[in-house]
Structure formats: C-alpha cells, structure tokens
C-alpha cells in the first residue's frame, strides 16, 4: 500500500515568517513529488513539483527533497494571509501511475 | 498555459436524473484525464483514469454503470452520474495530464459540484 502521509494541521503561522509545511512516503522508488494548494470550496493548484534531490525555489517557495529520508517538504517565506489554504503532497510512484496524494495540511497565515 | 475547464460549475437536481459533466483540456492535449470526488473536509478521492479512445479504470469500489466516463477525444472527458440520489452529492473535480509532458503533472480543472434533492 503506498502512503503519503502529512501532518493534518492547522499550522498557524504569523504573517511574514516561514511556514514548514512536510510529506513523508513509503514508496521508496516513487519519482516525482507535487505540492498543490487548495483554497476552501475549490480545487487544487499546482504550486510546483520537484524531481531530484535537493531544493527547488519558485518565487516565495522552496521544495525540498530528500529520498534518502522519504521526505518532501515545501517552504513559503514572508507567509501572507492569501496563503491560508490546505496544501497538498503528491507523489507519482512511477512512470505512467497515478498519483498518491497526501491528506493535506491546512495552514493558516495569521495578520 | 494548461488550463483545465470544467462545465458545469454546479448543478442541482433531482433524484433518479442523470448529470453530465464535462471537463476540457483547453491549450494542451491530454492523453489521460482523472476524475476525483471531494466530500467536505475530507480528501481528494480518484473515482477513475480515463484514457483517450478505451475504457477507464475504475478505481475499487467506484461503480461504473453509475459513473460513466468517456474520454472521445484528447481535450475532452465526461463524466455522466446516472440516476443520481443524494449521496452522490458532492465536489467532483476532473485533472488532466499533458501528452506532451514528460513530467506526468496533473492539471485541475475547477470542480463541479454537484446537488441531488
């Protein structure tokens, strides 16, 4: 059974810090990782995926990658009220699979 | 780019109707397409991937002859709930992946949300 697991939250965070927000999998052979953002009463956006190991900036986000560790992690600096959603990990276990998304964590930008 | 279109946004019926759904991939050719449902807080739940030109797979649990899909073409993929009744009330949310894509990413389109009385 593949697993994407991530903390349910709410993280709360004040407006203008750095907001952690974590993925762990079980598959160790997966190889791709998407972070996607869902506002209350719609759908996901991708926000950015990573494929290799390291970090991945994209403007005020950074992925993190680790396969070692089975770990994925997104980082959004100078967190803002608008980024108050739920953030989706998602993880492709190979080619041609379908995704295994996480739960979700629901973060929460406090003014 | 890779904008994903739903149609329609909402819909409200009654018990025993059918509601199609219908969801295109507008700047990009998608060889496959996925439908998911979302209940209220709860998680993105794949109901099927739908191919271009053959049958989907359904995932387990999901009732085909309930939820047909048909995917005729690489830009569009419907979804028909048959002879909907109330607990299939909920936010049904189709993606689409570029055929083009090497990076296998999915595309949501806006969702669908969807009312029987």
């Known amino acids: 059974q593949k697993e994407v697991e991530q903390n349910s939250g709410p993280l709360s965070v004040p407006e203008g810090a750095i907001a952690s927000l974590n993925c762990t999998y079980s598959d160790r052979g997966s190889q791709s990782f998407f972070w996607y953002r869902q506002y209350s009463g719609k759908s996901p956006e991708l926000i950015m995926f990573i494929y290799s190991n390291g970090d991945k900036e994209d403007g005020r986000f950074t992925a993190q990658l680790n396969k070692a560790s089975q770990y994925v992690s997104l980082l959004i600096r100078d967190s803002q009220p608008s980024d108050s959603a739920t953030y989706l990990c998602?993880?492709?276990?190979?080619?041609?699979?379908?995704?295994?998304f996480g739960p979700g964590t629901r973060l929460s930008v406090l003014p | 780019g890779a904008v994903v279109s739903q149609h329609p946004s909402w819909v409200i019926c009654k018990s025993g109707t059918s509601v199609k759904i219908e969801c295109r991939s507008l700047?990009?050719?998608?060889?496959?397409m996925f439908w998911y449902r979302q209940f209220p807080k709860q998680s993105l739940m794949l109901m099927a991937t739908?191919?271009?030109?053959?049958?989907?797979?359904?995932e387990q649990g999901v009732e085909k002859d309930k939820f047909l899909i048909n995917h005729a073409s690489l830009t569009l993929s419907t979804l028909t709930v048959t002879s909907a009744h109330p607990e299939d009330s909920s936010f049904y949310i189709c993606?689409?992946?570029?055929?083009?894509?090497?990076?296998?990413?999915?595309?949501f389109g806006p969702g669908t949300r969807l009312l029987v009385l």
């Open positions: 700047d990009f050719q998608a060889t496959t």
């Open positions: 993606s689409a992946r570029d055929a083009w894509e090497l990076g296998e990413t999915q595309y």
């Open positions: 998602a993880v492709l276990p190979g080619y041609g699979q379908n995704f295994v």
């Open positions: 739908s191919n271009e030109g053959s049958k989907a797979t359904y």
